[in-house]
């Protein structure tokens, strides 16, 4: 073996084996021959060490556990995965944080599969964010689990808002979290949500984000059972964990003075953190004017989209990663702008490979992490020194001048161009590309469905026309003459063959399978035939599919003959295709499936892939920029390439986005996870609907002050917990003059309407204001002696109904192109305005109560403070005026008592004095609000009340 290596030119790799082989056998006394070494094969001027950081780090040993565990039977998990699993066996609570790829979603089946054994009675919910997503863990769960169950109970159930199949029968739910939210606040599913043993939240970063936030918030701190949450994208774990624990902790002591503490239950929650992907991301910039390969993709070393300012401050990013070999070429320029000095820092020369890995036979992955950090911390080190400042950044500078360099030239030949007809013209070389470097199959991200189809059928156009030319040239060959002599030869055989089953020869003995020398060759049939595709008219390959296979998933839509599923079927023949939630549940499926089993090349996607599913893929593309495209876009959509298992290394590549972006999506930390405003007007009309219907008062009541008393928002905010408790006492208020509430907090009147239709709040309350007015009713009025409703009837239903539940704002300016799927809306009739106006009054009286109660709580609690621009005091020292001013309305004890079990303690404090106006999930709108919203004034209202462009509290509840 020493000699082997000897030749390949690693004399100190060679030495290492010889010493091994002496120390086991000690009569070895065999010495190298260097003399021996192969100029032919022999690796020049490189140590091993070298060798391995360059070229091996996606090969090299990973530090994983050889000691089976009983409890996994396909591989051997990691000691933090098995923490996992105690974790479910002891029934205790966990956040998860691991890159994608990892491996942490196995303990949720895991999980699944303990409450099956366990017995008949028990429900897991697993919550997804995304349909696609669901309908994904939902086939999974059917494929791995198997279970006789006793009659009207199903192994699995799915509840979407577009679709639901088993949910209150079925051990498994798989479910999106406002649909889960729905069933724990439901006043009649509480027998059922006493069954749930476990809830696993997956991506539940998506507490942090804009939409729906809140609802996730709601589902953790109301949940009656242990839980796992998982994510991949989540920077402050410890204070998402303290939180969670709190809550728990309250809920326990609920439990155990209302002595209804869960069976086997605990309380605890575990924070679980692995930080280590398994693959590492090549990453590089695409640049369509290159000539060659090699100027078409660019690579882009970490470093490079560092700002010196940025490492100079801070350093590097904490989740900055770096494979070998980009720890090598790193070192590389240290070692070079120290070359010509005559004192180098000491530490440095430590940092040579052959030295540093001295006897190291094998590198591994760790020894190769922990040089990484030591090659940082030098450079890091060097900037005490002006002298070491300015080598630094003479070295950051070098690893930026190519690709800024490049990027600059492309930039300077399409000044002009827009950059989704930049991607579109060049998409077909950039993709037959990829497919010569073997990087098939990638995933190519565009948060724009029109780009993503129009991508797809340039490439299905593309390929026909280049098949079709193909064909017709070689029909015009004599060869190609000649084949199709054979072919019908051989048809007119195939058919004597169907005619004659019965009899193996014909009527003089002669053998129909005919000549075998006369046969057509497959490729002939293919240029032939013009249903066949060319392989090199496609990216499709049959992977781990046979025809019966692909023939089997397509037949899920060979009932849909729309032209979009008829352009969709060309292009899956070519190997790609998009996918989007605009696309039909069947379809995404489909494409799913095909994708996972490598039969397509290509897929076009939005971020519905981003979240969790499984599309494994050698490579990632971001096509063209999109204000969507965030740290956490890129890093859930990123992490799809090197999938753990399926490739060793994954490559990401930007295409067609601006310099800028692609340095700000690298070195951006994922954001904070920070709380929402908790409540709504609904949110409590649900809970006091809860309180008072639930079939188990206690726990309903102890959901309720859960969600009430620890909101996520009180983490680093505590002083909003006084905002809180108003916001829910002026809820209150409103609710009993809406006749939604009596006045002992019972609801009654057309609460379940309202509460039906929480999704569309503000909307809900409007609708009850039109029914309860009789204004519906005096719309709907029939003609005297007709049966149906007259043509103007139905208009102003229809107008009145769009406004409340399906309108949306056009920008002002915007060309309206008018099609049937966009309508401008009329205006109300004068009497539904009327009414309108009417609601709206009622609802800025309450709200009048409730900001200026607030704000003279605070007046009155909290020293003066200064503007913070201007430097001016406010407010005024002289409260005379002040309290003059803030006259409010006083509420009666009636009121105050009627929410004593449901209200918030604490105290009222707030940091700076001022109260934040909220947007619909409670966020303060920023430094440059409008300051007439806290004396009461407001902009004039649209049809429905709304204020243009703004989406504070009163905004949410006019309408």
């Not at 086991?24 to 022999?42: H, I, M, P, Q, R």
């Not at 599309?615 to 999938?643: E, H, N, W």
């Amino acid at each position: 073996m020493a000699d082997y290596i000897l030749k390949l030119g690693f004399q100190d790799m060679a030495e290492m084996v010889l010493n091994s082989e002496r120390g086991k056998d000690a009569t070895n006394t065999k010495s190298l021959d260097t003399e021996s070494v192969d100029d032919k094969y022999a690796i020049k001027d490189m140590s091993s060490a070298h060798f391995q950081m360059n070229f091996m780090g996606h090969l090299m040993k990973r530090d994983v556990r050889s000691d089976p565990d009983p409890r996994v039977n396909t591989f051997i998990p990691d000691t933090w995965q098995r923490e996992l699993l105690d974790a479910v066996d002891n029934n205790d609570s966990a956040v998860i944080v691991a890159p994608t790829s990892s491996g942490k979603t196995f303990a949720s089946f895991y999980c699944m599969r303990k409450i099956l054994k366990a017995d008949n009675d028990g429900i897991v919910v697993y919550v997804a964010p995304t349909k696609a997503l669901v309908n994904q863990v939902a086939a999974e769960v059917s494929a791995r689990f198997k279970k006789d169950l006793p009659g009207g109970k199903c192994l699995y159930g799915t509840f979407t808002r577009d679709y639901r199949k088993d949910t209150l029968n079925s051990q498994i739910l798989v479910t999106v979290p406002q649909c889960l939210e729905i069933l724990l606040l439901s006043p009649r599913r509480q027998k059922w949500t006493d069954q749930i043993r476990y809830i696993i939240f997956d991506e539940v970063h998506c507490l942090g984000g804009e939409i729906g936030a809140e609802v996730w918030e709601h589902l953790l701190v109301t949940i009656p059972c242990p839980f796992l949450a998982l994510s991949a994208t989540i920077r402050n774990p410890k204070d998402l964990q303290s939180w969670l624990q709190r809550a728990q902790s309250f809920r326990k002591q609920l439990d155990e003075e209302q002595g209804i503490r869960k069976r086997l239950n605990s309380y605890e929650v575990k924070l679980v953190v692995y930080q280590e992907r398994y693959a590492d991301l090549k990453k590089s910039i695409y640049l369509p004017t290159g000539k060659s390969m090699e100027e078409c993709f660019v690579p882009l070393h970490p470093v490079a989209v560092l700002s010196w300012k940025q490492f100079s401050e801070k350093g590097f990013p904490s989740d900055m990663a770096f494979s070998s070999n980009e720890s090598l070429a790193l070192y590389n320029l240290m070692e070079r702008a120290w070359k010509d000095s005559a004192n180098p820092p000491e530490q440095l020369k430590t940092l040579c490979p052959s030295r540093y890995f001295h006897n190291k036979l094998f590198i591994t992955r760790n020894e190769s992490r922990a040089y990484e950090q030591d090659v940082k911390k030098e450079l890091v080190r060097w900037l005490v020194t002006p002298e070491g400042t300015l080598k630094a950044k003479q070295i950051i500078q070098l690893l930026q001048r190519k690709p800024r360099g490049e990027i600059k030239k492309h930039e300077e030949r399409n000044k002009l161009a827009d950059p989704e007809m930049m991607i579109g013209t060049s998409f077909m070389r950039f993709l037959q590309q990829l497919k010569e470097q073997d990087k098939l199959p990638v995933l190519v991200f565009s948060f724009n469905r029109k780009f993503c189809e129009t991508l797809t059928y340039v490439i299905t156009r593309l390929f026909e026309a280049k098949e079709k030319k193909i064909k017709m040239a070689y029909k015009s060959t004599e060869r190609g003459k000649k084949a199709a002599v054979l072919q019908k030869s051989q048809q007119k055989v195939a058919k004597r063959k169907r005619d004659k089953k019965t009899n193996p020869t014909g009527p003089d003995g002669d053998d129909v399978d005919g000549n075998e020398e006369s046969a057509v060759e497959y490729d002939d049939m293919a240029l032939l035939d013009d249903n066949e595709v060319l392989n090199d008219c496609t990216f499709a390959s049959m992977g781990t599919h046979t025809k019966e296979d692909l023939h089997k998933v397509m037949s899920r839509v060979r009932f849909d003959q729309s032209t979009q599923s008829i352009k969709l079927q060309r292009a899956c023949r070519r190997g790609i295709a998009y996918h989007h939630a605009g696309l039909g549940a069947k379809w995404r499926a489909a494409i799913e499936t095909l994708f996972r089993s490598k039969f397509l090349g290509i897929v076009v996607a939005t971020g519905t892939l981003a979240l969790g599913i499984h599309m494994p893929c050698k490579t990632v593309v971001f096509a063209g920029d999109s204000v969507y495209l965030d740290a956490i876009q890129y890093r859930q959509m990123s992490g799809r390439a090197g999938r753990r298992g399926f490739d060793p290394v994954g490559n990401v590549i930007f295409f067609g986005l601006p310099r800028p972006k692609i340095e700000r999506l690298i070195v951006s930390n994922v954001p904070h996870l920070k709380g929402n405003f908790p409540i709504s007007v609904t949110l409590v009309l649900r809970l006091m609907l809860l309180v008072s219907n639930a079939d188990i008062r206690k726990d309903a009541l102890g959901k309720a002050l859960s969600l009430l008393k620890h909101p996520f928002l009180c983490q680093d905010h505590p002083e909003m917990m006084s905002q809180i408790k108003h916001y829910f006492l002026f809820s209150i208020e409103y609710l009993i003059r809406k006749g939604l509430l009596d006045t002992k907090g019972v609801p009654q009147g057309l609460a379940g309407l309202a509460t039906h239709l929480h999704y569309h709040e503000p909307a809900n309350f409007a609708l009850v204001t039109f029914l309860r007015s009789g204004a519906f009713h005096r719309l709907c009025k029939r003609d005297a002696g007709e049966d149906k409703f007259s043509e103007d009837v139905m208009r102003n239903l229809v107008a009145l109904l769009a406004n409340l539940f399906g309108r949306s704002w056009i920008q002002a300016g915007r060309t309206i192109h008018r099609s049937s799927s966009m309508v401008i809306l009329e205006p109300l009739s004068p009497p539904l305005l009327k009414t309108l106006d009417k609601h709206n009054r009622e609802v800025e009286s309450v709200f009048d109560l409730y900001i200026k109660s607030m704000a003279e709580e605070l007046s009155i609690q909290r020293q003066p403070t200064c503007l913070p621009l201007s430097g001016i005091e406010f407010p005024s020292t002289d409260t005379t005026n002040i309290s003059a001013h803030m006259a409010i309305h006083n509420t009666t004890e009636t009121d105050v008592n009627l929410c004593q079990e449901t209200t918030c303690a604490g105290d009222v404090t707030n940091s700076d004095g001022t109260y934040p106006v909220h947007d619909n999930l409670g966020s303060t709108p920023g430094k440059d609000g409008d300051v007439t919203k806290a004396t009461g004034t407001y902009q004039a209202h649209d049809n429905l009340g709304n204020t243009p462009g703004k989406d504070g509290v009163l905004e949410k509840m006019v309408m």
